[in-house]
């Protein structure tokens, strides 16, 4: 067999978890993974994105393009609640395609993930640190240190939320819960408040006009759809709509994360499923009640980004006068940003540890802690964040999130049509319908969001993944468990 598609078994896969000293505890029901799911998922995209994406690409329109983020992502998380009650364990798409595709394709999707996650939670990071600013009346918390200006906000939440989850998961969940319940009840207040300022002129036009987007919407930094067949600017428009569906999934990226918890979940066959869907059926009502609510609250031209910085939650309210909200909106953005991080540093340390774990990264890196935590790769991912979030500039980078949440939704959806075929005998605790078709669905319409990123954002993606390819033949190659155990006999060829 070729060694870069060798397969790991679900049997194999389920026999590791149980290996001494690389043990995670089963803590979490169904309910702790829809408080992972709720807290990590409403946040970016309802106190960051939805603003700025609304006054620069989509205009009211951006409630459509929330709905089309939703479909696609509802497919996607029909496809994992399949394999993540049938394969229950830590790695979401990583661990998925290792069962299906074979270790190379499982090690890119393993590294797409890292940054998927990685620049995830730096991303949001940063926006709390400028909500930070916000609630406490400065200018923000950037500080010059030497050549480079440091952003302590971000440091700082970076790390409490890596030690929390260094205590414990159900710490974290329990945590998780209480700052949920906080961001919820400000989500609601967003839209019960805002909804008396509502006004039927703000709508019109609901899709405005295409515009020439001028060094934004040009060259490298338009969509590579637009690049590829000359079409008009993604700048408002019919393809403005779709443009903002691509990077308003930003906002739902998170309910994968429940699938990376899998393997401590106490019954993980049934309550993954629960969690996905649950996360996503609250989430899309939220979404796209405040984007209803945002874009009638003020014309859309206001939410543009000019030189006061991009527009957030609080511009709206801000603009009507109603001051007292825009200020609790901004502290209930403080507290739900501070759970994206944590849930997002929590699925990158949960990949990261899976792929310790079958030795494509150094073994040691998933030795579990006295709490049945992976501590040591939870601070290094910590550090790493840390570091982007607080030294790095952040601009279009949460359209590198994108382009790797929706290729591993590809690889996901595809996986579900493999091991169908291959193992039709595999116990699943939940099933896709009208397979092979709603997957195919899934698939095309990840691709459809995928071209509609701007080809910097693919150029970006590239390099990564090139990046990925060269240290996977100088190292992950050779240090497989599974490649020794295949080379020793221990395991027969898949």
Not at 76 to 102: D, I
Not at 188 to 206: D, E, H, Q
Not at 315 to 328: K, L, M, Q, S
Not at 442 to 459: F, G, P
Request: net charge neutral; hydrophobic share 55%.
């Amino acid at each position: 067999m070729t060694t870069r598609w060798r397969t790991k078994s679900v049997e194999q896969s389920i026999a590791d978890t149980d290996e001494p000293g690389t043990r995670l505890r089963r803590d979490l029901s169904w309910w702790d993974l829809t408080v992972f799911g709720v807290a990590v998922v409403v946040g970016a995209g309802i106190f960051t994105v939805t603003a700025s994406t609304a006054g620069n690409i989509t205009g009211p329109a951006i409630s459509v393009s929330f709905l089309l983020a939703a479909v696609t992502c509802g497919l996607a998380a029909l496809c994992y609640a399949e394999f993540a009650s049938t394969l229950p364990v830590a790695g979401s798409a990583y661990t998925f395609s290792y069962a299906t595709f074979g270790e190379f394709v499982a090690w890119i999707i393993g590294w797409d993930l890292i940054l998927e996650f990685a620049i995830g939670a730096a991303v949001v990071a940063k926006g709390w640190s400028s909500y930070l600013g916000t609630v406490f009346g400065f200018s923000g918390g950037v500080t010059p240190v030497g050549p480079v200006n440091v952003d302590w906000g971000a440091l700082l939440i970076v790390a409490v939320v890596a030690t929390l989850l260094g205590l414990g998961t159900k710490l974290s969940s329990n945590f998780s819960a209480a700052v949920t319940a906080i961001k919820v009840a400000v989500v609601l207040l967003v839209v019960v408040v805002g909804a008396f300022y509502i006004k039927a002129a703000n709508y019109t036009p609901f899709i405005p006009p295409a515009e020439a987007g001028g060094e934004s919407g040009s060259g490298v930094n338009q969509s590579l759809f637009s690049l590829l067949t000359g079409a008009e600017s993604s700048h408002y428009g019919w393809y403005g709509l779709l443009a903002g569906a691509s990077i308003v999934f930003f906002a739902f990226i998170g309910f994968d994360v429940v699938a990376t918890t899998a393997e401590e979940t106490k019954n993980p066959q049934r309550d993954v499923a629960r969690g996905i869907l649950a996360t996503l059926a609250i989430v899309t009502v939220f979404y796209v009640a405040v984007s209803v609510v945002l874009t009638g609250m003020v014309p859309y031209t206001e939410l543009k980004s000019g030189e006061h910085g991009q527009a957030n939650l609080a511009t709206a309210f801000a603009a009507n006068g109603v001051d007292w909200a825009a200020t609790v909106i901004s502290i209930g953005a403080l507290a739900g940003l501070t759970t994206v991080v944590m849930v997002l540093v929590l699925g990158q340390s949960r990949v990261i540890f899976a792929m310790a774990r079958d030795g494509l990264l150094p073994r040691q890196l998933a030795k579990t802690g006295p709490h049945g935590t992976p501590v040591r790769i939870t601070v290094i991912v910590a550090v790493l964040i840390a570091v982007a979030a607080s030294v790095f500039p952040i601009d279009k980078l949460e359209e590198m999130v994108n382009v790797g949440t929706l290729f591993a939704f590809v690889l996901v959806s595809a996986g579900v049509i493999v091991l169908r075929r291959t193992r039709p005998d595999l116990k699943r605790g939940f099933r896709v319908p009208w397979v092979p078709v709603l997957p195919i669905i899934s698939i095309v319409a990840c691709l459809w969001l995928m071209l509609n990123l701007t080809a910097l954002t693919w150029i970006r993606f590239l390099i990564w993944m090139a990046l990925g390819v060269v240290i996977y033949f100088a190292y992950s190659r050779r240090n497989s468990v599974l490649g020794k155990r295949l080379a020793s006999g221990e395991v027969p060829p898949q």
